[in-house]
Structure formats: structure tokens, C-alpha cells
């Protein structure tokens, strides 16, 4: 007879002995069902199944109670302690009122380990441990009710970390659509041209022409509905593209005024302020000719004027002659 063991190993075993069951004629029946499952590391030692089974080798009053499984529990329901009993017998359940059998036996036994308690007047307590199931010449253990929730506990707790792995990687950022779960989707090329080309700078910035853009569009091979991938290595090649062309120029932030050969930088500002005045200032009118400074003549007093008009006269204005056309 086995030796016990520790429970939470027993659920992960699996024991089978082809022998034995030769040595107890070749099957399993309802005689022998007990004596091969004490032979199996589930067995306990302590327990009255070992203590009769070991009274009937020593004294033959004993040796009636191990011929049928009938007599062998009906004296064991007669102590109290730790004890293993069948709860499921195939060939029991399958046999009929004829002594045939009503339907093909399982060959599937259920055994159970057990502590009964002596109470009188009273039904005897009996506590349930752990069952162990018998098919064909296999014994396992049957496990817990907490080993079968954490299991699937653990499980749940494995397909969910791996839903978020799988999951951590479906969202894409870019700098035009920001952060998204599915590829965004382009702009139409006429709209693009069409946003090109109506976009100017501040400063007189030169900007990427229709043409530019077509040519990036067109090495990326960018088109409706790409992936977030081909987007950004487009954006990728057009800015490539602008610094290529444009990378040695700069917005002036202080813009240049005045006429070739005389430029001056202006503060920020001064070409506003210099536009707004000079739609302040009225308009004025170009007259040919020179004009002369009229003179006025000053009295003095106690003398009379050498002409009667207190005015000098104003000098006639002198018309240049134009010359007849040859």
C-alpha cells in the first residue's frame, strides 16, 4: 500500500498499473475496484480501509468482510474515521432487473475519500475530502472547485495581457492626423495641387510648387487610402525635397528697403508705418516754370511813396517757347 502524499501534488498525476490488474484476474470489477485503488499513491494509509484489510490477512474472522465489495463497506460504515468508498459503480448502474445489462457499461468507477463521525442517536457526519475517478485501469484525481476558478482565472488574465500586447501596437501617430487606431486616409492630389499653389509666404518665402509636389507623390507612389507607414515616408521625401532646394534661404525678419544699390534694413513695422503716411499726404500738382518771389514794399514814415501804388507788382510769369514740331 502506498504512502501519503501532498494533496496539491496529487491533481497533476496520473497512475496505472497493467499488473496488478492481471494479478486480479485481467478487469476491474466491484470486488477488486478498492484493493487497486489502494495500491495507487492516492491511498492513505492511515485510513480503516488499510487497518481491515490488514485484519483480514491476520484472522479469519475477518476474511468474509474483503470477498465482496458489499461486506467490505458495510463494515467499514461501522467505524469511524478516514475511509474510501464507491459512490459510482458502472456495472451497477448499467445492469437490469434480469440480471442483464439495460446498456453498454462506462468502465468508469468514482471513488471517494471521506471522514465519517459516530453520533448517537444520530446519522453519522460524514465530510467529504476528495474524489478520484477509475477509467479503465487509469486513477487520477478529480480537482478542486479553487484549482478549476484559478485556472481559469489564469487563463483570462493570459488572453487578456496579450490582447493588450497585440493591441499596444494598433495605434499610429503622425504629426498631420495625430494619434489613430486605423491608417488615415490622404487627401485627393487635386486638393493638394490645388493648397499648394494658393499658399503663400509672409515674407516672400519662396514655397513648393505644384510641380514639387506631384514629383514627391509620385517617387513615394502615394495614393487614396495608403497606410500610415507610406504617409510618413512621403512626408519624409517632400521634406527632403524643401531642403534640397530651399535650404540655404531664410525669412527676413527685418525686410529690405529701398532701391537697388542703397539697401537698408528696416525695423519691424517701418514699411506699414511709411505706407500708411504716404496715403496721408495730399496730392500735389507739378506747374512749369519758375515762379518769382513777389516783393512788397515797406513805407517809411515821413516819407511819401515815389509811386502812387502802395504794391510792387508781381513779375510776370515766363512761358517757355515751344519749339515747332519738324
Known amino acids: 500500500m502506498a504512502g501519503t502524499q501532498d494533496p496539491s ?8 498499473s497493467p499488473s496488478h490488474v492481471q494479478m486480479m484476474g485481467g478487469y ?15 491511498f492513505d494509509a492511515t485510513s480503516n480501509n488499510a487497518s481491515l484489510a490488514i485484519q483480514a490477512n491476520y484472522n479469519e474472522a475477518f476474511r468474509h ?9 458495510g463494515r467499514i460504515k461501522t467505524m469511524q474515521g478516514l475511509e474510501f468508498i464507491v459512490a459510482y459503480d458502472p456495472l451497477q448502474a448499467a445492469a437490469g432487473s434480469n440480471a442483464q445489462f439495460a446498456h453498454e457499461p462506462s468502465n468508469v468507477w468514482v471513488i471517494r475519500k471521506q471522514t465519517r463521525r459516530k453520533r448517537a442517536g444520530y446519522e453519522d ?40 500586447k497585440t493591441a499596444s501596437t494598433l495605434p499610429s501617430f503622425t504629426p498631420s492626423h495625430g494619434h489613430t487606431y486605423l491608417p488615415p486616409t490622404t487627401k485627393s492630389s487635386d ?15 519662396p514655397v513648393p510648387d505644384a510641380d514639387a509636389t506631384n514629383k514627391a507623390q509620385s517617387f513615394m507612389g502615394a495614393q487614396v487610402g495608403a497606410s500610415s507607414t507610406v504617409q510618413d515616408l512621403k512626408t519624409l521625401a517632400e521634406s527632403f525635397n524643401l531642403l534640397s532646394r530651399y535650404g540655404d ?12 544699390g542703397s539697401f537698408i534694413l ?31 514794399k515797406v513805407d517809411t514814415p515821413g516819407k511819401a511813396s515815389e509811386k502812387g501804388g502802395g504794391a510792387a507788382d508781381e513779375p510776370k510769369l515766363r512761358r517757355k517757347k515751344s519749339k515747332p514740331a519738324s
Open 191 to 205: 486638393a493638394g495641387q490645388s493648397g499648394a499653389q494658393t499658399q503663400t509666404s509672409k515674407e516672400n518665402t
Open 125 to 164: 457526519e460524514v465530510v467529504l475530502l476528495s474524489t478520484f475517478f477509475v477509467v479503465g485501469d487509469c486513477i487520477y484525481m478529480a480537482p478542486s472547485v479553487a484549482s478549476i476558478v484559478g485556472n481559469r482565472i489564469l487563463s483570462a488574465v493570459t488572453s487578456l495581457t496579450g490582447l493588450l
Open 266 to 296: 528696416s525695423r519691424v513695422g517701418d514699411a506699414d508705418r511709411g505706407a500708411v503716411s504716404k496715403q496721408q499726404q495730399p496730392s500735389t500738382t507739378t506747374v512749369l516754370g519758375r515762379v518769382g518771389t513777389p516783393q512788397a
Open 9 to 16: 501534488s496529487l491533481e497533476e498525476i496520473l497512475w496505472r
Open 28 to 42: 476491474l470489477h466491484s470486488n477488486n475496484i478498492l484493493f487497486y485503488f489502494a495500491e495507487s499513491p492516492f
Open 65 to 73: 468482510f474483503v470477498e465482496t465489495r458489499e461486506a467490505f463497506e
Open 249 to 260: 534661404e531664410y525669412m527676413d525678419e527685418s525686410p529690405l528697403m529701398g532701391e537697388p
